[in-house]
């Protein structure tokens, strides 16, 4: 098993910097409430996977237990009703492929604020299915500082159904079928490995390399716009760098 895990250094370092904390909980209160909404009303994380997804990605970013529950219970508010999730895809600087997933409850005033910051970064907004087709939905474990050595993951993890193991500076990266996320992350967790993230995610199939310090400012500046939209959930992009390009 192998991959190319690079395209995702951007979002994850921003993650760890991030000092707008409150943002990020509203976003991922939005998130908890959606999921809530669209599993039909369960509220039991062990009974919702989407809603297990939210709840644990907002334990990362150590969310007051309390915080969560209201935004469980805010599921059955009315204004939730008009939640929708909204996925954007389009062109960043260099004709880097982009993907942007969203959560709204007024779509006709998130899609052309989305597209005002595509145009004013150097980015193109296109129709659905512009770059889709260049990204598969997998999902995505990261184990952080694991103890265990590589090939003794990848055999725990192959026998548990991930299709794909790679490695990432200090973090050790598996890929399952989104319907498998959940079984292979406990397996993972039951053999005394420690998940630091567990999404399901949008992985490219093909990238692009940026070549220069310049072209990867300017793609990294647009991406944190992008991200700090309200509305913004995720960031997916197809973009490499040349080793002499920092970010």
Do not use: C
Request: net charge negative; no cysteine.
């Amino acid at each position: 098993m192998s991959g190319h895990s690079k395209w995702k250094t951007i979002k994850r370092q921003k993650g760890a910097n991030d000092a707008k904390r409150g943002q990020a909980f509203t976003k991922l209160s939005m998130a908890i409430t959606l999921a809530v909404k669209q599993g039909g009303g369960i509220g039991d994380p062990n009974k919702n996977f989407k809603l297990r997804l939210a709840v644990d990605a907002a334990r990362a970013v150590n969310m007051p237990k309390d915080t969560i529950e209201r935004a469980i219970e805010r599921a059955s508010g009315k204004q939730q009703d008009e939640m929708e999730e909204v996925h954007y895809e389009g062109f960043g600087p260099g004709g880097v492929s982009v993907m942007v997933e969203a959560i709204t409850d007024k779509k006709q005033r998130t899609t052309p604020e989305i597209k005002s910051l595509f145009d004013k970064n150097g980015g193109v907004l296109g129709n659905p299915g512009t770059v889709g087709y260049m990204f598969q939905q997998v999902g995505q474990i990261i184990l952080e500082k694991p103890s265990k050595i590589l090939d003794d993951i990848f055999m725990l993890a192959a026998d548990a159904g991930a299709e794909d193991v790679t490695q990432d500076g200090e973090d050790i990266v598996v890929y399952t079928r989104p319907e498998d996320l959940a079984k292979v992350s406990d397996v993972l967790m039951k053999n005394n490995l420690t998940i630091s993230e567990s999404a399901i995610i949008q992985k490219p199939t093909t990238f692009k390399e940026l070549a220069t310090q310049e072209e990867a400012d300017k793609f990294t500046n647009f991406i944190e716009k992008i991200e700090d939209h309200q509305d913004v959930q995720n960031v997916f992009h197809n973009a490499s760098f040349a080793a002499e390009a920092t970010v």
